[in-house]
């Protein structure tokens, strides 16, 4: 088991929904947390002050992933405030759900820029700071969606059907170094996200659930930090947390 406390991560889209609750389990366990946002810093501030009062370490940090020279500011921030990095954690994304017949060029370039590109974004700026870590992790936070297709979703399921692809690639070229790479698929998550889903399709949703019920942004939290404290052997996987809604 590696001892995280003292470790420096960096969490995108880490001011709401999932990424805050990896934050808070990265920080609890005495992890240093750069808290990534885009646009909205009061919820990045309040995810911060949340750690320090519990004594933990974090700040927030503006930038939009999907541009490359933000994220390698995003990345020497990090680097100047905690002087290394340990773990990355690729976890901001949008939706913009529509079928393909009434898709847009800017709905399927957008959600390919937030969730696709902007994992080659952090990963290239962070790799060699990653590869001086004794235990580096880079963890997608991808979905079933991209194992599974989702109606209306064509641009974002090929998004996270990518971050998979390059999960495992990484993977390959990374294991020999201690640096591991896997994805997290969550399932249905009770986060702004699926509660912007219409209430008749989340009810059918939920149906589908063997578990008879939304995951919790906690329950991602938890397969994050077991991926950084209990995972050196554990590479080019993807971890489904999902209820058992796809096996
Ligand atoms: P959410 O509540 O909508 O939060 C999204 C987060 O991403 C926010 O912190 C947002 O910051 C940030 N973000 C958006 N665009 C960004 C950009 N260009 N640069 C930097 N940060 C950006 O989403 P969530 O439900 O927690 O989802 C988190 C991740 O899990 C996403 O990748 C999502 O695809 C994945 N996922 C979610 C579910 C689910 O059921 N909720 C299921 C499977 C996978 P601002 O508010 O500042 O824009």
């Given at each position: 088991m590696v001892n995280v406390n003292g470790r420096v991560a960096i969490v995108t889209g880490?001011?709401?929904g999932i990424g805050a609750a990896i934050a808070k389990e990265l920080a609890a366990n005495g992890i240093k947390v750069a808290i990534n946002y885009n646009s909205n810093s009061e919820a990045a501030e309040a995810v911060v002050q949340e750690i320090e009062q519990a004594g933990g370490e974090a700040f927030a940090a503006q930038a939009n992933v999907s541009d490359s020279a933000q994220a390698r500011v995003l990345v020497e921030e990090t680097i100047n405030k905690?002087?290394?990095?340990?773990i990355l954690v690729n976890n901001a994304g949008i939706t913009r759900d529509r079928t393909f017949r009434k898709i847009t060029e800017e709905d399927w370039k957008s959600v390919i820029d937030v969730n696709l590109n902007s994992v080659y974004n952090m990963s290239t700026a962070a790799l060699s700071h990653i590869q001086e870590s004794d235990a580096g992790r880079i963890i997608n936070i991808s979905s079933i969606i991209g194992q599974a297709g989702g109606f209306g979703q064509t641009n974002y399921a090929a998004a996270k059907a990518g971050m998979i692809g390059f999960t495992k690639s990484l993977a390959l070229e990374l294991a020999k170094t201690g640096t591991t790479v896997n994805a997290i698929c969550p399932g249905f998550i009770d986060t702004e996200m699926v509660q912007a889903i219409p209430d008749e399709i989340r009810a059918q949703i939920v149906a589908k659930v063997p578990a008879r019920r939304f995951g919790l942004p906690e329950e991602i939290a938890c397969g994050v930090l077991y991926l950084c404290q209990d995972?050196?052997?554990?590479?080019?996987q993807q971890l489904n947390i999902n209820g058992g809604l796809y096996m």
């Open positions: 880490g001011s709401r905690y002087g290394k990095l340990d995972g050196e052997y554990i590479t080019g």
